[in-house]
């Protein structure tokens, strides 16, 4: 399985953010540290834009354009649809569910076959969660410490998700709109980035 292999805090220090959520991420960063610091040019900006959004979700380039495409032909706000798709995607969802500290972590969990959408196991992390799928954690795997742990100390909560600890499932409860999404992007530059191959 392709996936990205760049060490982690360096790409958040490159990118001027702490696309990874840990504490220790941005402790080297110095005042001028990072792409985001410096003067770019409109080109330079988009494509520091896209470069942060692919890293937040973990997707590689060639499928990332698959989702611009997409997005592109969608209704409304091609950025909007572009961040709503891959806020939906299932290993993002385990994350933000909170059964998994870190997208990455998330992503292991479903290549492993840990989780379950709708009572079936998928193993493919990019499958896209629609409204009322049930995620939940397979039994066997209930009783692995560290994914109890991650579910039991999350602090975390959004209005668009709805998390049972007790049986260990999750389920998305509506597309979730912009505003909510706690990704630090623009996307609309993102969108201008590919419009003008």
Do not use: W
């Not at 760049?6 to 941005?26: C, D």
């Amino acid at each position: 399985m392709a996936k990205m292999m760049e060490p982690r805090f360096k790409l958040s220090r490159s990118l001027g953010v702490n696309i990874y959520g840990h504490p220790k991420a941005m402790q080297r960063a110095g005042k001028t540290a990072g792409r985001a610091s410096k003067k770019l040019s409109s080109y330079g900006l988009q494509l520091l834009e896209k470069q942060k959004l692919r890293a937040y979700y973990g997707v590689l380039e060639k499928q990332f354009v698959i989702y611009v495409e997409k997005a592109m032909k969608a209704s409304g706000l091609s950025g909007e649809a572009l961040i709503q798709s891959l806020e939906c995607r299932l290993d993002n969802m385990v994350y933000r569910m909170g059964f998994a500290s870190s997208i990455r972590e998330a992503r292991q969990m479903v290549n492993h076959g840990h989780i379950l959408v709708n009572g079936k196991k998928v193993d493919r992390p990019s499958y896209p969660i629609q409204v009322d799928d049930a995620v939940a954690l397979r039994e066997r795997s209930q009783k692995i410490e560290k994914y109890l742990s991650n579910l039991k100390n999350t602090t975390i909560n959004f209005d668009y998700i709805e998390t049972d600890v007790s049986s260990f499932t999750g389920r998305l409860l509506r597309i979730p709109n912009r505003e909510e999404i706690p990704v630090e992007v623009n996307e609309q530059l993102v969108i201008e980035f590919y419009s003008k191959k």
